[in-house]
């Protein structure tokens, strides 16, 4: 039988992701380090500890993806590293962090650097974090120092990794730190994020006016779970709106390009006295008959990443899928999972959603937040028994045949 080949456009960007608490170990001023100690936070009370060395060992890694064929790599720099304390930045970590991005370009791959990737700065989180008054000042302060230092290397800019997904965690359903539970503090937040958003686009086309700049946003598929019921659809319209339309309504004038990460698809039930976000909980795991479930208990659901590249066709803006993975120890559906969502990609492509690449997370098993090392979304696996070891998994062999081929070969 001939096979069919997608062909995905030219200069298309394929590579991982990655975060700094989740792979660089020692992140000891951050409120994270903090939380973690505390038992009951964490999954088995794990703590992130080294996590898997990436800060010493980070042109290892990169050898490993160059290796893969990968052609760009995203990673976030930590703020409670660069400004330990408040108003004190450490040039060292700067110099690190040059380092890094050093690294990346020898290995002739782009930069996509992400500012804010869930954890914070143990000073401003005492001082309330993003629900102090001066919390943007703050913000700001630290991504001007890395614009000035840093920004003539950087290819993309990343400001906030997945703003709803973060203030949910952290203000709705009291997972993340600071663990609070209260949808008005929950909305303050996110309002506020939006202006971070948007002063911190506004400051980096200050110094560089080409750069690329977004935020990263995660987009459930939300579908009502009983067709039938209207109450259930209306819900499920609500979800969307909420999770998926809100930030990104303020903030489109504020994007150079769409930073698409997608993991879920979500069937929304209407409950009398329940947010949509407990329904979420409630239903949002509840899977079809059959269908594969994650080490994360989510549905494999690839048809879902169309819809959100085709919810973003309107805004007319390049779209680099920034995260998409799969937990999976035993590598027994990766290969599949990449191959699925992959199609769905080139669907979209097909019918003109303007997609420049696709990053895959992660680029190695890491520390999950708040279920610790047991999920390992990684192309390579970690040998936590073994010193850290690194191990390529099959799947991202497969991965790197896409990569280098740029076409996904449908045997
Ligand atoms: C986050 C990552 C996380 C991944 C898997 C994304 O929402 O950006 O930090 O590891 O999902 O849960």
């Not at 492509?349 to 990053?359: A, C, S």
Request: aromatic letters at 16%; proline letters at 3%; a positive charge.
């Amino acid at each position: 039988m001939k096979s069919k080949i997608l062909k995905f456009p030219k200069n298309f960007l394929w590579g991982s992701a990655t975060a700094a608490h989740q792979v660089e170990g020692n992140n000891k001023n951050s409120d994270w380090w903090e939380f973690e100690k505390k038992k009951g936070n964490i999954e088995n009370n794990e703590v992130s500890g080294i996590a898997v060395d990436h800060y010493n060992r980070y042109e290892q890694d990169f050898d490993i993806a160059r290796s893969l064929n990968h052609n760009i790599h995203r990673f976030s720099i930590e703020w409670a590293r660069i400004e330990p304390e408040e108003g004190k930045f450490d040039k060292s970590k700067i110099e690190h962090y040059r380092k890094v991005i050093q690294a990346l370009k020898e290995r002739k791959m782009k930069v996509v650097l992400t500012l804010f990737h869930f954890t914070l700065p143990n000073w401003f989180a005492k001082k309330g974090g993003w629900e102090n008054i001066k919390a943007v000042e703050f913000f700001l302060r630290y991504v001007e120092y890395v614009v000035k230092e840093l920004g003539n290397e950087v290819d993309f800019w990343v400001t906030i990794n997945e703003p709803l997904v973060y203030s949910s965690q952290s203000y709705l359903l009291g997972n993340f730190p600071p663990k609070v539970k209260s949808i008005f503090r929950f909305f303050k937040v996110v309002n506020t994020l939006i202006t971070v958003h948007k002063e911190s686009y506004l400051l980096i086309h200050k110094y560089f006016d080409n750069a690329k700049v977004c935020f990263s946003k995660n987009i459930p598929f939300f579908e009502p779970y009983r067709k039938e019921i209207f109450l259930d659809r209306v819900s499920a319209k609500l979800a969307d709106y909420i999770v998926n339309d809100y930030f990104i309504s303020k903030t489109s004038q504020y994007i150079d390009f769409f930073g698409l990460q997608y993991y879920v698809h979500s069937r929304v039930k209407f409950k009398l006295g329940g947010s949509y976000f407990n329904l979420g909980e409630e239903v949002g795991i509840e899977t079809s008959e059959n269908a594969i479930v994650t080490e994360m208990g989510w549905e494999i659901y690839p048809d879902g990443i169309y819809h959100a590249l085709k919810k973003l066709q309107k805004y007319k803006l390049p779209i680099i899928i920034t995260e998409n993975g799969i937990a999976d120890k035993r590598d027994e559906h990766r290969a599949d999972f990449v191959r699925d969502h992959l199609i769905n990609v080139h669907k979209a492509i097909q019918e003109g959603v303007d997609v420049r690449g696709y990053l895959y997370w992660s680029l190695m098993d890491n520390f999950e937040w708040i279920f610790g090392r047991r999920p390992r979304f990684g192309l390579v696996e970690i040998d936590y028994e073994k010193d850290l070891e690194r191990r390529v998994r099959k799947s991202a062999l497969y991965f790197s045949k896409i990569c280098k081929n740029n076409a996904v070969d449908l045997k």
